[in-house]
T-cell receptor, first 109, second 112 residues
Framework: AQRVTQPEKLLSVFKGAPVELKCNYS??????LFWYVQYSRQRLQLLLR??SRESIKGFTADLNKGETSFHLKKPFAQEEDSAMYYC???????????FGKGTRLHILP | KAGVTQTPRYLIKTRGQQVTLSCSPI?????VSWYQQTPGQGLQFLFE???????NKGNFPGRFSGRQFSNSRSEMNVSTLELGDSALYLC???????????FGPGTRLTVL
């Protein structure tokens, strides 16, 4: 069964410190993986996807098929990174997109 | 382009009633998905419609149903409301051959 697990409900990190938001998935084939972000009072929006291998707002995520993980990383946290982050998975282009329960990232000044 | 819109934004109902929520996707988007968002469960997939047909379905009881019209607008209906149905209901649309979801602001449903 498709499943996305985000083990941390809340992650507090000091400004300037590295950030790593964990995401593990369960899927029998080759999934598409995404990170979505929801800033306070804003809509949920796509942050990045593994297929594009890009860095957005300093964040990167590497797909590790052996460990079935897609952790989100940023070397130096900024206060504006405080938000709710969701990891998501899709089996193929027309498949449903399944989200994890989310991790709230709180950047401490 | 205008973003995904949802109406109403807030709704208060009592147990046993039914409710209909509406979603208008971004122009040109034919896929509309619905999610239930709660603090404990996060985002749970309800169903997805594409070209007026339900393409994917989540694990929700039959009280939750939806439909899509020829202009791609979608409605979601919940019958016999329960207290546990209180949540933020999000709608998202995506363009053909795209896997990026564009979310609406949500409808906050409170069941008393």
């Amino acid at each position: 069964a498709q499943r996305v697990t985000q083990p941390e409900k809340l992650l507090s990190v000091f400004k300037g410190a590295p950030v790593e938001l964990k995401c593990n998935y369960s899927y029998s084939g080759s999934p598409e993986l995404f990170w979505y972000v929801q800033y306070s009072r804003q809509r949920l929006q796509l942050l990045l996807r593994h297929i594009s291998r890009e860095s957005i707002k300093g964040f990167t995520a590497d797909l590790n098929k052996g460990e079935t993980s897609f952790h989100l990383k940023k070397p130096f946290a900024q206060e504006e990174d405080s938000a709710m982050y969701y990891c998501a998975l899709s089996g193929h282009r027309d498949d449903k997109i399944i989200f994890g329960k989310g991790t709230r990232l709180h950047i401490l000044p | 382009k205008a973003g995904v819109t949802q109406t109403p934004r807030y709704l208060i109902k009592t147990r046993g009633q039914q409710v209909t929520l509406s979603c208008s996707p971004i122009s040109g988007h034919r896929s509309v998905s619905w999610y239930q968002q709660t603090p404990g469960q996060g985002l749970q997939f309800l169903f997805e419609y594409f070209s007026e047909t339900q393409r994917n379905k989540g694990n929700f009881p039959g009280r939750f149903s939806g439909r899509q019209f020829s202009n791609s607008r979608s409605e979601m209906n919940v019958s016999t409301l329960e207290l546990g149905d209180s949540a933020l209901y999000l709608c998202a649309s995506r363009a053909p051959s795209s896997d990026t979801q564009y979310f609406g602001p949500g409808t906050r449903l409170t069941v008393l």
